[in-house]
């Protein structure tokens, strides 16, 4: 969400401001097909001609409600595309059989992390660098450490 | 094939996409056999544990006139751009708190901003769809303005997000509200390549920002109203190299882990989440309620240096210091002594992981570093 400007103050652009997502975010929730719909909301104004590509959730809302209204290239675009998503998954199914456990990872992280020297930690590896100091210092390089409280 | 033909094999196509996507998942939970706080802690490891003036805000800077939406370090020195609804972009020297630059912008309505890796360049986006790049070294017009000295044209939508390629000037990506990314050469003004857009392999809805992997600058990660992130490989504009999954909501901010192996996220659920970028698992969710059983938005995140800490703000007020190897919260900025009265709208971290600078609706930006004890081991 982004509370950006009020409708009546935003210019012709406001059209493609941020819409809501219209697709599950679950992963095993259907892809998207990829439709052309002249029920889709904001970015379709009265007298509009100009069709965006709008993605509908739900199996069934191929066409659906219009039925002549998909034409057949761009039915037959929308298959090419979610066999690409299939092979997609396939490769990535496949993939998993190679894959170690996630706490191999996780090892790696820890080390990772304690490697690296951090001056917003209160206790970390060294060393320490002068300059990490500096948002304390009253005037440019005094030596005076004042606490900001 | 008749229009009937075609239907059914698209909603065969889809329900295949459905199971597989099922089978994925499920396999995937099996190669969980712990999460990061779960391991950390059978390796003995304790949260972070900050004493009450420890975590400081030590500068406040004030000038804007409306609501902070972005900001963003030079990688070097300490100098800091940030955009606010004002219409305007302000450089900072975040340490003597003096503005260096106010420049006045001819779209009022913007969203993000950087700053380029000579610091000799600042570029904006928001709702005219273009990304807008400032020399700062240029001589000011008759109106004392300082003139745009690039525009970069193409997107469909608003530029929601925008980061230079690390060590050059001359490159930089950015996300949009028109679903793609782009890779811009600014030397040039032309998109270089677009990634996702109808049919590719690409977000299913307005991208909202974007992070660049500071070990190697061809992968960058993007976040999507879709509720994925995804991994790209410059190299490769027609598909992403991989779809992460898991946010239940918008993904509003991602982040490279600074290892560059990792990112993290945060998003509507309110939740964030980090991910190995090579195996693709989901290693971690930091998520803890907020009191009146609400769960406020992930607004923007960042890491401190060496990734220990994740800083996340929320739209409650909240900024989340996360422990993120213990998933917990270790700190509230957002309850501490003079902080933000409003969003916490935007994060960043120094070059030198010395402090982090938020920025808020309530129109200011803060600077907050360690001034405790600190223990070296």
């Known amino acids: 969400m982004m509370d950006m400007v009020s409708s009546s103050e935003a210019n012709n652009n406001e059209q493609n401001a941020r819409n809501p997502t219209t697709t599950s975010s679950s992963s095993s929730s259907p892809l998207p097909a990829v439709v052309v719909s002249s029920s889709s909301s904001s970015s379709l104004r009265g007298g509009e001609t100009r069709h965006e590509p709008r993605p509908l959730s739900g ?20 298959i090419g595309y979610l066999d ?12 998993l059989d190679t894959l170690g456990q996630s706490s191999v990872v996780c ?36 030596r005076n450490r004042k606490k900001w409280i | 094939m008749s229009v009937a033909e075609l239907k059914e094999r698209h909603l065969a196509a889809t329900q295949t996409v459905s199971a597989l996507r099922d089978q994925l998942k499920q396999k995937r939970l099996l190669l969980l056999d712990t999460d990061v706080a779960g391991y950390s802690r059978s390796q003995g490891r304790t949260p972070v544990s900050f004493g009450p003036t420890d ?60 700053f380029s890796p000579t610091g000799q360049s600042v570029a904006c986006g928001g709702l005219d769809s273009v990304c807008s790049i400032f020399n700062l070294n240029s001589p000011t017009d008759r109106d004392g303005n300082l003139p745009v000295s690039k525009m970069l044209s193409g997107h469909k ?23 793609t990314c782009g890779l811009w050469d600014i030397t040039t003004g032309l998109r270089t ?65 600074p290892d560059g192996n990792r990112f993290g996220t945060g998003s509507d659920d309110g939740t964030c989440r980090l991910f190995d970028i090579r195996t693709g698992h989901q290693l971690q969710v930091y998520y803890q309620q907020h009191g009146d059983n609400e769960v406020p938005p992930v607004t923007s995140i960042a890491f401190s240096i060496s990734g220990r800490l994740l800083f996340a703000g929320y739209s409650n007020g909240d900024c989340y210091v996360w422990d993120t190897l213990l998933g917990q919260v270790v700190l509230n900025l957002g309850t501490l002594q003079n902080s933000h009265e409003g969003r916490i709208s935007c994060l960043g971290l120094s070059a030198d992981g010395s402090a982090l600078c938020t920025g808020s609706w309530d129109s200011n930006l803060k600077i907050w570093a360690f001034g405790g004890h600190r223990k070296v081991i």
């Not at chain 2, 993007?222 to 027609?238: E, I, N």
Request: hydrophobic share 35%; charged share 20%; glycine share 10%.
């Open chain 1, 59 to 78: 199996i069934g809302g191929v066409g659906g409600t219009h039925p002549g209204f998909m034409g057949k290239h761009r039915m037959t675009a929308a």
């Open chain 2, 157 to 179: 939508g608003y530029v929601s997000s925008c980061q230079y390629v690390p060590d050059e000037d001359a490159h930089l990506i950015t996300s949009s509200g028109d679903q």
């Open chain 2, 55 to 114: 975590l400081v805000c030590c500068r406040t800077l004030q000038g804007h006139n409306g609501k902070v939406y972005s900001l963003d370090w030079t990688p070097e020195k300490n100098r800091i751009v940030s955009a606010s609804q004002d219409g305007r972009l302000i450089v900072w020297n975040a340490l003597t708190s003096q503005k260096t630059h106010a420049i006045k912008l001819p779209c009022a309505w913007v969203m993000t901003c950087a």
């Open chain 1, 107 to 142: 090892k790696e992280l820890i080390t990772s992390i304690e490697s690296v020297p951090d001056a917003l930690l209160p206790e970390t590896k060294g060393p320490v660098e002068t300059g990490w100091d500096r948002w304390f210092q009253g005037g440019h390089g005094s």
């Open chain 1, 84 to 95: 690409q998503q299939i092979q997609i998954i396939q490769d990535e199914l496949d993939q």
């Open chain 2, 193 to 257: 390549s677009v990634f996702g857009g109808e049919f590719q392999s690409g977000h299913t809805a307005d991208v909202l920002s974007v992070s660049i992997n500071g070990s190697n600058s061809r992968m960058f990660v993007s976040g999507s109203c879709d509720s994925t992130a995804r991994l790209w490989d410059t190299r490769v504009a027609s598909r992403a190299v991989r779809t992460f999954h898991g946010h239940e909501g918008d993904v509003n901010a991602v982040k490279f882990f």
